[in-house]
């Protein structure tokens, strides 16, 4: 089994083009597209001068990020087989934990940025969880540091077709996922 040969840049073009208030780069000036821990300096070696980052971390609550992303990872050439035993997700450990483990993503992407950087977050709530996610992503902008939120929108729910899925097999209300638009400050 091989992942099939996709143009990546080709994808971020056409999600890039969802947002409002973003012209969208030239294809040559998106080159580096990461696939690692965000939270770790060394994921950001050859990361120099980015001035547009686009990211939707694990939502608070969710504890098989990495395993439910299998199939994205997969078509990017990861692994063909699911590791169940990973142990490098978010913290859990409580809301506190979970932001700070957020604020590393953020330090580091900000490190990795030029003066005038944006940043835009897709980010929301799992239903059997009670958090407020527009709560917990500020907190992590402030924890952080060095960005200034302009705005956050509502992305409505799965129903309204601005999300990738549904939760499967369960019988439950969506949670509202939110679009978070950050600048260096």
């Given at each position: 089994m091989e992942p099939p040969v996709?143009?990546?840049?080709?994808?971020?073009?056409k999600k890039l083009a969802r947002i409002p208030d973003l012209d969208t780069p030239s294809p040559?000036?998106?080159?580096?597209?990461?696939?690692?821990?965000?939270?770790?300096?060394?994921?950001?070696?050859?990361?120099?001068?980015?001035?547009?980052?686009?990211?939707?971390?694990p939502y608070y609550g969710m504890t098989t990020y990495v395993e439910d992303q299998w199939l994205r990872n997969w078509f990017l050439g990861g692994p063909a087989e699911i590791d169940y035993g990973n142990d490098q997700q978010m913290s859990h450990a409580g809301q506190d934990a979970f932001i700070a483990d957020l604020?590393?993503?953020?330090?580091?992407?900000?490190?990795?940025?030029?003066?005038?950087?944006?940043?835009?977050?897709?980010?929301?709530?799992?239903?059997?969880v009670k958090s407020d996610p527009r709560r917990i992503l500020k907190a992590s902008l402030e924890e952080a540091g060095g960005w200034k939120l302009i705005s956050v929108r509502n992305a409505k729910t799965s129903g309204?077709?601005?999300?990738?899925?549904?939760?499967?097999?369960?019988?439950?209300?969506?949670?509202d996922e939110f679009d978070f638009h950050a600048i260096r400050a």
């Open positions: 996709v143009s990546v840049l080709k994808v971020l073009e040559g000036r998106l080159t580096d597209i990461k696939c690692g821990d965000a939270r770790l300096a060394a994921s950001y070696r050859r990361v120099r001068n980015a001035t547009v980052t686009v990211t939707s971390p604020a590393k993503v953020w330090r580091n992407v900000l490190k990795a940025s030029e003066d005038e950087a944006r940043l835009y977050v897709r980010f929301g709530a799992i239903p059997s309204a077709g601005k999300r990738q899925a549904d939760q499967m097999g369960r019988e439950s209300d969506p949670a």
